[in-house]
């Protein structure tokens, strides 16, 4: 038995690992956090069910009480499932996905790789043609009896992941405009030095645009994750399925704009996000 396990590791190694975001953090880890922190009830938890709340009562040495409403409901589990009639690969799901378990590319069709999917529901508000829909797969089963221990073991271990991709691309671009901005510091270079033909002096005016764009993406990833975490600590978190809310709207619009007036193509946008951002290892959970 490990001692050092922290009051805020094993709340979370008792939850489903969705990582869905109803409970009205960024996530299990940080709802966790705030349980063990006493700031977040341990009531918040919709994936988790009855179940949940009250192996985390039981944990906490607290009376198990009913989810609360503000946050959800327990539901039989659904996995999304996209039109691919309808998709236009704008990407904007995969970004959305906390588990990589959507796989396509720009201006191509996407899929849900149906055994990854936690049924999280955050990829159904960013699309902008609605095409994804979230299908019941666990008939009248709910929360833990709708999801095995080994499930959310490999949710979290993807989430894990896909956190870890997001930190190394951030750090990425970080480190290429840090190069830049030393670049356009320095002396230029005298005319005799740059003589070689097809050198490096070629490629570096197209590694300093591919680097621009990648920058300019991972800054709108930035804007939209700061976006959710504000939404989320006013408890308006996206777990609305039935509808985009006007604030989502028009994030969706001005992203599409943006990406217009950037004229991210095809080659531009799959720069950051893959056509399949999982690792090679995967296997379906
Ligand atoms: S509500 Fe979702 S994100 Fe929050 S703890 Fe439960 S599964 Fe994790
Ligand atoms: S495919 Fe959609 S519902 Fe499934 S895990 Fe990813 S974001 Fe959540
Ligand atoms: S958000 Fe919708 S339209 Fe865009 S790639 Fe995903 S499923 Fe297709």
New binding site residues.
């Given amino acids: 038995m490990n001692n050092s396990r922290t009051l805020a590791d094993r709340i979370e190694d008792l ?14 880890r ?3 956090e705030a349980v063990a922190d006493g700031a977040a009830s341990y009531n ?5 069910g009855a179940e ?1 709340v009250a192996r985390l009562a039981h944990l906490l040495g607290k009376p198990v009480i009913p989810i609360n409403p503000a ?2 409901v327990e539901r039989p589990r659904p996995v999304a499932l996209i039109d691919e009639q309808v998709c236009i690969g704008c990407t904007l799901c995969m970004q959305a996905c906390p588990v990589d378990a959507i796989v396509g590319a720009p201006k191509q069709m996407h899929t849900i790789v149906k055994d990854l999917c ?1 049924g ?1 529901d955050l990829c159904v508000a960013p699309c902008p043609v609605d095409c994804i829909a979230m299908i019941p797969v666990t008939g009248e089963a709910t929360g833990w009896n709708a999801w095995t221990q080994q499930q959310a073991d490999a949710a979290r271990l993807r989430h894990d992941r896909h956190q870890a991709r997001l930190a190394a691309e951030r750090d990425a671009a970080e480190a290429r405009a840090a190069a830049r901005r030393a670049a356009a510091a320095a002396p230029a270079a005298t005319p005799a030095t740059a003589e070689a033909p097809g050198d490096t002096a070629a490629a570096a005016p197209a590694n300093d645009a591919e680097a621009k764009k990648k920058a300019i993406i991972q800054a709108a990833l930035e804007r939209a994750r700061q976006k959710k975490a504000e939404l989320a600590a006013r408890g308006e978190g996206p777990r609305n399925t039935d509808q985009v809310s006007a604030d989502v709207q028009a994030q969706i619009d001005a992203a599409e704009a943006r990406r217009k007036r950037l004229g991210l193509d095809d080659k531009d946008a799959g720069d950051a996000s893959k056509s399949d951002p999982r690792g090679s290892d995967d296997k379906p959970a």
């Fill in positions: 939850l489903p690992q969705t990582q869905c975001t109803k409970c009205g953090y960024d996530g299990c940080p709802y966790a918040q938890c919709p994936p988790g949940g946050n959800g936690t999280c």
